[in-house]
């Protein structure tokens, strides 16, 4: 069974620039999730869904991140007019279901803006 | 303050030695994961608990819900357990969504 996949591993870009973040999550899992990680910390939560519906967006900076998950599949995590605080590893994780499952990640996207 | 506090925040150990890591919780958590990340960053899942204990060959971990807290204990270190370990507590109602602890970086030595 393929684990969680994200694209693309690296991304360098300069401030105010746009980037988008690609996940497929493990086949079945219903439950979607986006965490950001800065250097030396832990995973924090910025949004999940369930199918195609965000349950939670409540860590989300909206004024520059989106994110959509469509047809309960893949999802994009997008930032527009990145800054430098921005820099960290962002993650995508999956479960079975939103009610009290293990969650598997995928190998994460680092990012660098300068 | 911190929700989920992990202790030691770094540690070294000799090859073939136990040691034990231990997060401490100030929100109401009804389940914990444990995870190990690689070197290269990949978040492995090495524990999902309800209250109670679970053992996975040299690995063991215990969650006491009561008394808000977790421990992951290690028996018999081996080079490739090096890495940072995180706890991750569910608190109750929140549909799964986890807040992490700030690691505790694990470096096995031979």
């Known amino acids: 069974e393929a684990g969680v996949t994200q694209s693309p591993r690296y991304a360098v870009l300069q401030e105010g620039q746009a980037v988008s973040f690609w996940c497929d999550p493990i086949?079945?899992?219903?439950?979607l999730y986006w965490y950001q990680q800065p250097r030396d910390q832990g995973p924090q939560l910025l949004v999940y869904f369930r199918d195609e519906a965000v349950i939670d967006n409540s860590q989300l900076p909206s004024d520059r991140f989106s994110a959509v998950r469509p047809k309960g599949t893949n999802s994009t995590l997008k930032i527009q007019s990145a800054k430098q605080g921005d820099t960290a590893t962002y993650l995508c994780?999956?479960?079975?279901?939103?009610?009290?499952?293990?969650?598997?990640f995928g190998p994460g996207t680092r990012l660098l803006v300068l | 303050g911190d929700k989920v506090k992990q202790s030691p925040s770094a540690l070294s150990l000799q090859e073939g030695t136990n040691s034990a890591l231990r997060c401490n919780f100030s929100?109401?958590?009804?389940?914990v994961q444990w995870f190990l990340q690689n070197p290269r960053g990949s978040l492995m899942n090495l524990f999902y608990l309800v209250p109670g204990t679970k053992e996975n060959g040299r690995l063991k971990s215990a969650f006491d819900s009561k008394e808000s807290y977790s421990t992951l204990h290690i028996r018999d270190a081996q080079l490739e357990d090096s890495g940072t370990y995180f706890c991750a507590a569910e608190r109750s109602g929140s549909f799964n969504k986890l807040t992490f602890g700030a690691g505790t970086r694990l470096a096995v030595c031979p």
């Open positions: 086949s079945g899992h219903d439950t």
């Open positions: 929100i109401a958590a009804t389940t």
């Open positions: 994780a999956s479960s079975f279901d939103s009610n009290q499952d293990t969650q598997y």
